[in-house]
């Protein structure tokens, strides 16, 4: 979920940063400083226990402050991944499409953004397996995530810390890898439908 937020968040800030608007632009940026330049554990405590003391009725779920805030720390570092993207495809491809009398959303949309994609996927796979080592941080808002879960039977006494410890470490791996290969997949799908591989 905090992965759907995430990418969500990126590409409408991403485009944001691109935006003709110097306040959007700069409501952007205000955006993204605040959240690559703050500490994703901070973020979570403000949301889960300020937020409350401040207004009774921002009281929110550790699920919801998990996702929300995960999701909007992601969208903060993918904001540049997107924009970067955005700006590496070919001016003639602008070019072409304003000869062609071609709108600017439909231009984004069809011919620009796609192209874009291609770069986005690989940094995009990193940011995603930084995100997933960062949920073991929603367990400081007593959410049972899968950190929280191993620290839990090692406390009961059902696993060592060795059995534990170990037990997570391989999970991650594996969630980290199982994100690569999808990265990788849609990276090939992206180049076979635009035609760049057989």
Do not use: C, H
């Not at 690559?36 to 401040?54: C, D, F, K, M």
């Not at 696993?159 to 990788?184: E, Q």
Request: hydrophobic share 50%; aromatic share 10%; charged share 15%.
């Amino acid at each position: 979920m905090a992965g759907a937020v995430g990418t969500a968040s990126a590409i409408v800030s991403g485009l944001a940063g691109l935006s003709s608007s110097r306040a959007v632009r700069w409501a952007n940026q205000v955006y993204v400083d605040f959240f690559r330049g703050s500490s994703a554990i901070i973020q979570l405590y403000w949301a889960y226990y300020a937020l409350p003391i401040i207004d009774r009725d921002l009281t929110f779920s550790p699920l919801q402050v998990g996702v929300v805030v995960l999701g909007l720390n992601m969208g903060g570092y993918g904001s540049e991944i997107v924009r970067g993207a955005v700006q590496s495809v070919s001016r003639g491809q602008y070019e072409a499409s304003t000869a062609l009398s071609i709108g600017g959303y439909q231009r984004m949309r069809y011919i620009i953004f796609p192209q874009a994609v291609l770069s986005m996927l690989p940094p995009y796979g990193n940011l995603l397996i930084e995100m997933l080592k960062g949920t073991a941080l929603v367990s400081l808002i007593t959410l049972a995530d899968l950190t929280r879960v191993g620290l839990d039977l090692r406390q009961a006494g059902d696993l060592s810390s060795a059995s534990a410890f170990t037990a997570l470490l391989v999970i991650y791996f594996f969630l980290a890898i199982s994100i690569t290969f999808i990265v990788r997949r849609a990276e090939r799908f992206a180049r076979r439908s635009m035609g760049l591989e057989a």
